[in-house]
């Protein structure tokens, strides 16, 4: 079953296109379809932040992730769009990931990213009018931003993202996997939104016993150099590498390297020297 769902969703060819950073991206997607139970056993769930130039594969990327589920186009939103209340019921309407893309240069942009900081540990809520009264709504969502730079935001927000620098060397081999990977299928590819639903047990519970352990590994390794929100979301990033792993049967070095990407990325962003 597991080489057989890897083949549907032409993962090597995805591999040899995005290697290690692919990796932490379809674990943090695989994170999101449950991202509201993570929430509760955890209170957070860290937002996936993909940055590169133009064709570094960002779009390309996003839209093989939505193809896991199961839809040949994917839905995003500038965050100048709308007003507050049209963002909040974009958020809290939305049953997949939300993608943000930042499409004005940050000198133009008037959008204060702290308005979303909030939905890192469903602190953000909104309120329905009922005929009985009111009804609380908690954020259960994931929130994917993407951008061809830097955002502007502050270090608070910052604390609750999981950075991808994302950057494609187009060699002729990972020329001919995209080409191929262009080619899937939404129909083909949701096998992957299938298999995540069902084993919906399974990986909560994988997740559940290994982002503490990663989390404190982080800790001891760095010691006061990383605060505990920057471990917990490396910890958590590195659980869902090895969900994904099992869900797949990846090789031990995809795994082994992915894992050490997300040190990486915990390393590079986070560690104060």
């Given at each position: 079953?597991?080489?057989?769902?890897?083949?549907?969703?032409?993962?090597?060819?995805?591999?040899?296109?995005?290697?290690?950073?692919?990796?932490?991206?379809?674990?943090?997607?695989?994170?999101?379809?449950?991202?509201?139970?993570?929430?509760?056993?955890?209170?957070?769930?860290?937002?996936?932040?993909?940055?590169?130039?133009?064709?570094?594969?960002?779009?390309?990327?996003?839209?093989?992730?939505?193809?896991?589920?199961?839809?040949?186009?994917?839905?995003?939103?500038?965050?100048?769009?709308?007003?507050?209340?049209?963002r909040?019921?974009?958020l809290?309407d939305?049953?997949?990931?939300?993608?943000?893309?930042?499409?004005?240069?940050?000198?133009?942009?008037?959008?204060?990213?702290?308005?979303?900081?909030?939905l890192?540990?469903?602190?953000?809520?909104?309120?329905?009018?009922?005929?009985?009264?009111?009804?609380?709504t908690?954020?259960?969502?994931?929130?994917?931003?993407?951008?061809?730079?830097?955002?502007?935001?502050?270090?608070?927000?910052?604390?609750?993202?999981?950075?991808?620098?994302?950057?494609?060397?187009?060699?002729?081999?990972?020329?001919?996997?995209?080409?191929?990977?262009?080619?899937?299928?939404?129909?083909?590819?949701?096998?992957?939104?299938?298999?995540?639903?069902?084993?919906?047990?399974?990986?909560?519970?994988?997740?559940?016993?290994?982002?503490?352990?990663?989390?404190?590994?982080?800790?001891?390794?760095?010691?006061?150099?990383?605060?505990?929100?920057?471990?917990?979301?490396?910890?958590?990033?590195?659980?869902?590498?090895?969900?994904?792993?099992?869900?797949?049967?990846?090789?031990?070095?995809?795994?082994?390297?992915?894992?050490?990407?997300?040190?990486?990325?915990?390393?590079?962003?986070?560690?104060?020297?």
């Amino acid at each position: 079953m597991q080489t057989e769902l890897k083949a549907e969703i032409q993962f090597d060819d995805f591999y040899t296109v995005f290697g290690t950073k692919g990796v932490v991206a379809m674990a943090w997607w695989l994170g999101a379809l449950h991202a509201g139970r993570i929430r509760a056993d955890h209170h957070s769930f860290p937002f996936l932040y993909v940055e590169g130039a133009a064709g570094s594969g960002k779009t390309f990327l996003i839209s093989y992730l939505w193809k896991l589920l199961g839809e040949e186009e994917f839905t995003a939103c500038s965050p100048e769009y709308a007003t507050p209340a049209g963002r909040t019921r974009a958020l809290f309407d939305a049953s997949k990931p939300v993608v943000i893309f930042e499409s004005v240069s940050n000198a133009e942009s008037t959008f204060d990213w702290d308005e979303l900081r909030d939905l890192y540990n469903s602190g953000g809520t909104t309120r329905h009018a009922l005929q009985s009264g009111s009804q609380t709504t908690y954020f259960r969502g994931a929130l994917t931003i993407v951008s061809s730079q830097p955002i502007q935001c502050s270090e608070v927000f910052e604390s609750r993202i999981a950075h991808i620098h994302l950057g494609i060397a187009h060699t002729t081999e990972s020329q001919k996997s995209a080409s191929a990977l262009s080619q899937l299928t939404a129909q083909q590819a949701g096998a992957f939104g299938q298999a995540v639903a069902q084993r919906e047990d399974q990986i909560v519970s994988t997740f559940n016993k290994l982002a503490p352990a990663y989390t404190a590994s982080l800790l001891d390794e760095h010691g006061h150099q990383l605060t505990v929100r920057a471990a917990k979301n490396g910890g958590q990033l590195m659980a869902l590498v090895d969900a994904l792993s099992l869900l797949l049967n990846l090789t031990s070095e995809q795994r082994l390297n992915s894992l050490s990407a997300v040190r990486y990325i915990v390393e590079t962003d986070f560690v104060q020297f």
